[in-house]
């Protein structure tokens, strides 16, 4: 992955445009301003509290891109009447190995961008790239996990074509409640 991926989403009747692009450190305070909301911090698996929490993050995310293992994208949209784009959310694709046949998503919404498609969109955009990218590499399913009482995060799944699975044991403290599994094969 030399290049730099940006991902396009078409807009919606109901919703502008996506950009699916590497995190950079500019969004370090767009960032830190998303991961107040007390909802997200409810899932999130680590705090971003403070301009050096974000860089840290977002330094992880590059990281991650460098060693060909984790593609986290930052979720944009483009705001009307603005030549700006404004955070709505993110999206990662993470423990990719050549060779290996599974690897697994994660997202995040911001709360001013909830109930508007963002996650789905977004998620249907990596996965579809993941497999366009990988499939050679032996990629073969994409498995999205989430704590059994994250009802939002599941009707995601089911937005995007990932099937439930089964049931996972809590696993704390990172999972300290039971778990979906949800998997989308290559092609479906």
């Known amino acids: 992955m030399s290049d730099p991926v940006v991902l396009q989403v078409a807009a919606t009747p109901a919703s502008p445009p996506l ?44 990281r991650g891109w460098a060693a060909g293992d984790r593609f986290g994208f930052a979720v944009l949209e483009a705001r009307p009447g603005s030549d700006g784009e404004r955070l709505v959310g993110n999206v990662v694709l993470k423990e990719v190995a050549s060779g290996k046949p599974s690897a697994e998503v994660g997202y995040w919404t911001a709360a001013h961008a909830r109930g508007r498609g963002v996650a789905p969109r977004a998620l249907e955009a990596l996965s579809d790239w993941a497999f366009d990218a990988f499939e050679t590499d032996g990629l ?49």
């Open 19 to 62: 950009v699916l692009r590497p995190w950079r450190m500019a969004d370090t305070a767009a960032l830190v301003e998303v991961s107040r909301d007390p909802a997200l911090r409810q899932w999130a698996s680590s705090a971003v509290d403070s301009d050096a929490d974000g860089e840290r993050w977002v330094r992880a995310q590059q």
């Open 140 to 188: 073969e399913r994409l498995e999205l996990l989430h704590q059994v009482d994250n009802l939002a995060s599941c009707r995601v799944a089911q937005k995007s074509r990932y099937d439930f699975d089964t049931i996972l044991p809590a696993a704390p403290p990172a999972f300290p409640r039971d778990g979906h599994l949800h998997i989308r094969r290559t092609g479906a």
